[in-house]
């Protein structure tokens, strides 16, 4: 096999980030009866919830702002889209999110089947992810995937953040494994692919939205059980 280590991504590649994050914020949202005092229309809420999570990530991942600030913030904006300015209501909110959050257990379609084909080939599996490391492993553990994984690499861990080539350079370290014999799988354009190629190693982009890009990883798939074709 060219390939003995594989470095995958969680969110959004393995782990249903967007289904998992909607049943969440259902839940912490109508438990603080927003339905009632900000707006019965609880997917405009989600909606702009997604954007400034996504955008305060983005912040994260190119070391713009601290954990802290994305963990509440992204909630204070999304709020004061909808004219609430309440800084004490967004931080307990947040809490109450995190905690919820990797209880929920949506996986891709395939991700249990395609891990399971990769242990039997013999690949050696671990994760390399920017999300906090609690949260992270109360995914894994409640999705029950853990047991699938090597070595969890976290940004709070390698003390580096995807894209930055510290955080892959951290986790071959750890895991024994060098450029030419690892591959990172990922559906993050900047940090997971590009991140990866700075670093030296091969690539697989997880386009389960059918993103364009100029980028040119080593394979792109659009479903997880077209890793059975290239491992």
């Known amino acids: 096999m060219k390939y003995q280590h594989l470095f995958f991504d969680l969110d959004h590649t393995l782990w249903d980030f967007e289904a998992n994050s909607h049943d969440t914020l259902h839940e912490v949202y109508y438990n603080n009866r927003l339905h009632e005092t900000l707006t019965p229309d609880f997917n405009a809420f ?10 305060l990530w ?3 991942h190119h070391g713009f702002i601290k ?3 994305l963990r509440w ?7 004061l889209e909808f004219k609430l300015g ?5 931080k307990l909110m947040s809490q109450e999110y995190l905690e919820i959050l990797p209880t929920k257990t949506k996986l891709f379609p395939y991700t249990i089947e395609i891990m399971e084909y990769l242990k039997g080939k013999g690949y050696q599996l671990h994760l390399i992810t920017n ?23 976290t940004s709070e861990r390698a003390m580096s953040l995807k894209p930055h080539k510290e ?5 071959l370290q ?15 354009l900047d940090a997971d692919i590009k991140g990866a190629m700075d670093a030296g190693l091969d690539t697989i982009f997880v386009n389960h939205i059918h993103e364009t890009t100029e980028l040119q990883p080593t394979y792109i798939i659009h479903h997880l059980q077209e890793l059975e074709d290239i491992l």
């Open 46 to 55: 989600f909606e702009r919830y997604s954007y400034h999570n996504k955008r």
């Open 58 to 60: 983005d912040r994260y």
């Open 67 to 69: 954990q802290e600030e």
């Open 73 to 79: 913030k992204r909630m204070w904006h999304a709020l």
């Open 86 to 90: 309440d800084e004490k209501l967004s």
């Open 131 to 153: 999300g906090f490391e609690e949260v992270q492993l109360g995914k894994l553990r409640n999705s029950q995937i853990e047991h699938f994984f090597g070595e969890v690499i």
């Open 167 to 171: 955080i892959f350079d951290y986790a």
């Open 174 to 188: 750890q895991t024994g494994a060098v450029t030419h014999n690892s591959i990172m799988i990922g559906d993050n």
